[in-house]
């Protein structure tokens, strides 16, 4: 089982208007309600990929109910919503006699996995983010709630909870910002306890808890570019990874938007790249990534092999036309045409 | 009682962001929430004048739920927030003794009235609304989410329920936009119900819905300028509130924004305008003038009074700190000064 904690989960609400227009009155003209939080978007992914997963973290009140009722849906929706045709089936998967390929297709892959709800229960609200799509230009405008106000005793519970998950764990992902009431040294805490419990452990969060958490020597980091800056003042993905390492981080794992990844592990240097750029959109993506680099992990497949996986399921979350879900039928397209180049300096 | 019919009601989101700027990402500084809809807004008010209100419409899901919630808190958290003391109190009410005037100010004012909750329940969820005000320079960006799809059975038991409770209503108001699955021609239905039972009725909403329902003959209806000129075609609003007579309405109480309201009755036409433009934000300044509107009609207030106490509710709500409240010091202090003149043509 791969566990993945989410301290500020959120109920993902999608707004389509015609156009977002400052200071004028918009209808929305379509809705989309998900479970969400970066551990829960990780949590989808490796259940289609088919790894079982339990969730963890805080939900509350009526919003923390919803995401709940949401999440409880969720294996078996992805199953639905995944397209297992291949790619080149082109028109014919839709008129006429199915072809034996397309029919056989689904075989090739594992059942979605469950994805356990081990959520503590707070007083607070959980947060709504707010995904604005202006349909005219596709671009969206983010507006994300602080998140509930988490007490003493309910920290306290939640430590409890990850110890007991901890004890049956492959691997940990620890993922995304803070909720207000939690200190700020909470990641390298719960770094500290996966590493005493021997639990591989994923850190993807950014600003001064990452600082914290890193200098308590997760198993892998795996920061965009921006947050790499802002950790390591340095703009150059190389220098900046290695200074990462240095800070603690065993492996650093740069995700660099388009042109791919760069990952610095104790083992060498590798650059992946998917084989162009793709339009679409790109949230999700570094989730995605995650469920890659973890899965992979999981199964034993060497870095080459686990960053192919990273950057192929994050280019077909780029390509999905629902924001946070990847194209199947473009995952198994692109995973043998990744590059990945070792770098001959040494990490 | 008064009876306000509110079909979509919304549980009311406001959202404080530092900057809207689109296809950023924002952090919300600051939420609240409230309980939405024209209908609701309009008993808050009447509440607050001491008038007891019975609100229906239609409710459901999970924003339905906390929407009730917050209905149920109205009147007293109305009596908390509303501030009786006079507006030249100035620093005194916060430092040292308090003045004899300040403290017997609130006796002046009747206790707020219960606001009943009589919504039908629906399979559906509420719709949200979403105010997002950009605290740099205070402007409002709305996100109108469309409401639930309502079935017929659930339109068959809101027509039930408003049957009973029009018997026991001195007055009923019908206000906002039509949810998905109701019929264009429903408020001109509730209007001849309201008509038939001898209910004086009040028709606050705007295209279709406000064309058809005025056809139906409602007692009143309260038109803002740009409803007025799509109703009839005219920007002059003497000549189009004279116009919207002769479609049905009785009577025909045009709100011009900062200008005031301009009333065109079977008694005669009669201008009524705010001593001074203020500032602020005019969000509810409609719904409360309709509290005004109403609340006078079942006291039995001439037109010149009731036209003073909509004008001088509208223009409070402007200048209150909080969207959609008034501003009681405010309103006592401007009901005096609202000018009040009559036109000498015949309506």
Known sequence: MILTVTLNTALDLTYGVPELVPHASHRVSDISERPGGKGLNVARVLSALGHETVVTGFAGGSTGAVLRELLADLPSRDAGSADAAPADAGPAAGSGPVPATVADAPASWPAPAPITDALVTVAGNTRRTIAVVDR?????????????????????????????????????????????????????????????????????????????????RPDLIKPNADELARLTGSRDPLRATRDARRRGAHTVVASLGPDGMLAATPDGVWQASPPARVPGNPTGAGDSAVAGLLSGLVEGLGWPDRLRRAVALSTATVLSPTAGDFDRAAYEELLPRVGVEEHTTAA
Do not use: F, K, M
Request: charged letters at 20%; proline letters at 7%.
């Open 136 to 216: 005219t230009n596709g671009d969206t405008t983010q507006l994300n709630e602080p998140g509930p106000l988490v007490a003493t005793d309910e920290w306290a519970a939640l430590l409890a909870r990850y110890e007991e998950l901890l004890a049956g764990a492959d691997a940990v992902a620890l993922c995304g910002s803070l909720p207000p009431g939690i200190h700020v040294g909470a990641y390298a805490e719960l770094v500290r306890s996966a590493r005493a419990a021997g639990v591989p452990v994923l850190l993807d969060t950014s600003g001064e808890p990452l600082r914290r958490g890193i200098a308590a």
